[in-house]
């Protein structure tokens, strides 16, 4: 994780300078050289600071040449690149705000700067209403729209962070915090801990030797933008994303809790609040009372709280203790929502699915088509995480932007990858496509050429606007088709940048559980589709899932915790996850109509 995130932290700069210079009119060849170096940097699996020990091993590498290695040294020095900093000191800050609005590249807000004067949002939205912004080259009423849509979206979205850079961020704030020593207890809370798939602020919770010491500590780390609180108990801060490539914020609380009531304050800062409210009530009926201290016995006679006057808790060290106490089973994190997680009975509460019990991927991309892995090096990678069975699934022929497969090089490759399944030892290679499903609910390949795979995964990559209607109707035929296995992310949805489409789940997942179709949770963090309520309903339908990491890179496979913790979310147990299926199961199940 340390590793890749220098990668990430170095494309991101790069990226970022790319962008900056291309806003300021500096050379574009030079542009274009820095944009191709972050590219490559970020598709890399090796760690870029290892490899940039011998300079020699950094400028052999295609995309990197002199200027780039000295920026790449520089950071591992300095931790920084000054080029970017000084082109950052030139630029308004609103105007890497309007860089982050999709659609708008840094030539038009470039236009838009030196032509308009515009230099932050508010500014971009007076000559959209004006209308003068239609005076800029190259602008028609068509792009106005979509800058308005993706400009009201990014409004509606909020500040909202999205799960896969929510979590590394808490983590790398915890580990920075577990660096200064004196820390006995350390965990993050909230939504983050409840698995959502996009998190308001980060909520970490610290038992400390002393906790004055580690709150100003955690004022003073690298990356703080603003101090919003410096209390006794509590501190907030807003911190620039230590992942990711753009130039968020997140807002991050610490809070320093007795370490005698760590469980007391995780349970109660991991929320839901609903769920809390129910947990007091339950409390309350047993003649107790629960706060963030811990679980007391309850003196109406009083309203100084317990831990004020010194009762001794009846529980507060650990969750398990308080829901022990409570009489009720440990209820995991993922489903803590008052949904209904209160209405088993202690001894049958299901086991939620666990990263552990995923057993293969299903989903993946070689160089065939738009990944960076080839064939082998994707079955050893996926050998190398455990996995029986890993299916290489490259696009369909539609998708030409992806270098989709023609059915003639699909037909090369199914024999490829039939010759890597003999070469690679100890893990089954099946040949599959993800195959593109039309607007009308057809196939991108015939089924002659489909029953030659051994796995089909069926996807709606456009089209993403039809109505709900029409989107049921479309992913119901393939769900029906005999050689299709499973839907790859149903809706389509990218977390804060396109909505996808609203079929009827209940539907979709009736028709899976008919036909033998699982209903994929794309596990990588934009997507997360299936949603968690989503998965939900097709539990409670009958209709089986995967969670598939829909694998371009080596470091997707990463991503599958968000989508277990997703599944979770939908109380999937291990038996309903295709992915959890010994090999012989799995294969049965994919002979399907074949
Ligand atoms: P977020 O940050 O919007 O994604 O959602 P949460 O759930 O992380 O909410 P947040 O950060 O406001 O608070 C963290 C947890 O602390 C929340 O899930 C429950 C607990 N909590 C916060 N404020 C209250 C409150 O006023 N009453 C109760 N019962 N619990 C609260
Ligand atoms: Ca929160
Ligand atoms: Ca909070
Ligand atoms: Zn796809």
Redesign the pocket.
């Known amino acids: 994780m340390s590793a890749m995130s220098v990668n990430d932290d170095i494309a991101r700069l790069l990226d970022e300078t790319a962008e900056m210079m291309e806003l300021l009119g500096e050379n574009r060849f030079r542009v274009a050289a820095m944009a191709r170096a972050a590219r490559v940097i970020s598709g890399m699996g090796d760690d870029i600071a290892t490899i940039a020990e011998d300079r020699k091993n950094l400028t052999a590498i295609d995309g990197i040449g002199d200027k780039i290695a000295d920026k790449i040294q520089e950071y591992v020095r300095d931790g920084r690149i000054e080029e970017h900093d000084e082109y950052a000191a030139k630029i308004p800050a609103g105007l890497l705000q309007i860089l982050q609005i999709p659609g708008l590249g840094p030539k038009t807000v470039r236009a838009m700067w030196t032509e308009k004067g515009v230099e932050s949002v508010d500014d971009l939205k007076r000559i959209i209403d004006d209308g003068s912004i239609l005076d800029i080259p190259r602008m028609g009423q068509k792009t106005v729209e979509n800058i308005k849509a993706a400009m009201e979206f990014a409004d509606h979205s909020g500040e909202r962070t999205a799960l896969g850079l929510a979590l590394p961020s808490a983590e790398h704030v915890i580990a920075a915090l577990e660096k200064t020593g004196g820390v006995k207890q350390i965990a993050y809370a ?1 939504s983050l801990r409840r698995g959502r798939d996009t998190i ?4 970490i919770l610290a038992a400390a030797k002393d906790g004055a010491a580690l709150a100003e500590a955690f004022r003073s780390m690298d990356g703080v933008e603003h101090v919003l609180a410096a209390g006794e108990t509590k501190s ?1 801060i807003r911190m620039r994303l230590p992942v990711g490539k753009k130039a968020r914020q997140i ?1 991050v ?1 610490l809070r320093i809790v007795p370490e005698e009531s760590f469980g007391a304050a995780l349970l109660y ?1 991991t929320g839901s609040k609903d769920h809390n409210v129910r947990l007091r009530e339950r409390a309350l009926r047993q003649g107790l009372t629960l706060n963030e201290y811990g679980l007391y016995p309850e003196d109406k006679k009083t309203k100084e709280s317990p831990q004020d006057r010194g009762v001794k808790p009846v529980a507060s060290k650990t969750e398990a203790d308080i829901y022990k106490a409570l009489d009720l089973l440990y209820i995991p994190p993922e489903v803590r929502e008052d949904r209904d997680e209160f209405s088993y009975e202690p001894g049958d509460f299901p086991d939620l699915i666990e990263r552990e019990d995923i057993a293969s991927e299903l989903h993946a991309h070689t160089t065939a088509s738009d990944g960076k892995l080839s064939i082998e090096e994707l079955a050893i990678e996926a050998k190398r995480r455990g996995f029986h069975t890993i299916a290489v699934t490259d696009h369909s022929k539609s998708q030409s932007v992806a270098n989709g497969l023609s059915p003639e090089r699909l037909r090369e490759h199914i024999a490829a990858i039939r010759e890597a399944n003999k070469n690679v030892k100890g893990i089954t290679i099946l040949a599959g496509s993800e195959v593109d499903i039309h607007a009308d609910g057809s196939l991108d390949y015939d089924d002659d050429l489909l029953a030659e795979l051994d796995i089909v995964v069926a996807s709606p990559h456009w089209a993403l606007t039809q109505k709900p209607a029409q989107a049921t109707k479309r992913l119901l035929k393939a769900i029906e088709h005999p050689l299709v296995n499973i839907i790859g992310h149903p809706t389509g949805r990218l977390i804060g940048k396109r909505e996808g489409t609203s079929p009827d789940i209940k539907e979709l997942a009736a028709a899976a559980k008919e036909h033998g179709t699982a209903l994929e949770i794309n596990a990588h963090w934009m997507r997360l589709d299936l949603r968690d309520t989503h998965v939900r309903i097709a539990m409670e339908t009958g209709a089986n899932i995967a969670i598939n990491c829909d694998v371009h890179l080596s470091t997707d496979f990463d991503n599958l915790r968000y989508g277990v913790m997703t599944a979770r979310r939908g109380w999937i147990t291990p038996d309903r996850c295709v992915n959890t299926w010994p090999a012989k199961k799995l294969a049965t199940w994919l002979k399907k109509g074949r």
């Open positions: 909230g308001g602020d980060i909520d907030s807002q609380d800062f």
